[in-house]
């Protein structure tokens, strides 16, 4: 089966810069992503790694390691409204589950002023 | 704006109903998704669909059901046969799987209570 594992919490001040990482074991692999959510609202999507490397979106940038299955976001110059949880996801193994996202438990960061 | 749009917001349900949430997108994705998020957890997908008249058991179905019978609508019935409902529930479409990963567009949820 598949099982991602990442922090439950992480605590930073404002302007600062966080990493959070997620370590992954899947069947198959077919890219890692990353989802934000703000308490009571909906997931959103922020990035998405299919290879190794390093993928910049502004302040926020993902990396992925598919010989290590492991991934990270980073997020620079944090801001207040950064405070949210953060979701790791694969994809299910190709075949008849049709490659759904499979979430890990989620990473609550606080920022702090 | 397209998007996806969930209702109720809130829903309070006595023990033994079913309840039904709504699920509806203009987004022209092929793919639905109903998910369960409880406190400190990740998202447990329950049903998803493909395709129209569709839907195949996700990891958490016991308790549900779904239709699909129009590509926008994708309806999630909570019966009483789920022992313990409550939780905030997210249903989210998809582009029809390609290559590459477009992404998930979830609703805003619903938040369902039994009372």
């Known amino acids: 089966g598949q099982s991602l594992e990442q922090p439950s919490e992480v605590t930073a001040v404002e302007g600062a810069i966080v990493q959070i990482n997620c370590t992954y074991q899947t069947s198959g692999f077919y890219g890692l992503s990353w989802y934000q959510q703000h308490d009571g609202g909906a997931p959103t999507f922020l990035s998405y790694?299919?290879?190794?490397g390093l993928e910049e979106t502004g302040r926020f940038s993902s990396f992925l390691s598919r010989s290590d299955s492991y991934g990270y976001l980073l997020l620079q110059e944090l801001q207040m409204k950064d405070s949210a949880s953060y979701f790791c996801a694969v994809r299910d193994q190709e075949g008849g589950s049709q490659g759904n996202l499979i979430f890990g438990k989620g990473t609550k960061l606080s920022v702090k002023p | 704006d397209g998007g996806i749009t969930q209702s109720p917001k809130y829903l309070f349900r006595k023990e033994g109903q079913n309840v039904t949430l709504s699920c509806e997108q203009n987004?022209?994705?092929?793919?639905m998704y109903w998910y369960r998020q409880d406190p400190g957890q990740g998202l447990r997908l329950i049903y998803y669909s493909q395709i129209v008249n569709d839907f195949q058991k996700g990891d958490i179905a016991e308790g549900y059901s779904v239709s699909r019978e129009k590509k926008e609508s994708f309806p999630l019935t909570v019966t009483s046969a789920q022992k313990n409902p409550t939780a905030f529930y997210l249903c989210a479409s998809s582009i029809r799987r390609t290559q590459f990963d477009y992404g998930y567009t979830f609703g805003s949820g619903t938040r369902l209570t039994v009372v």
């Open positions: 987004l022209n994705h092929d793919a």
């Open positions: 790694n299919a290879l190794d």
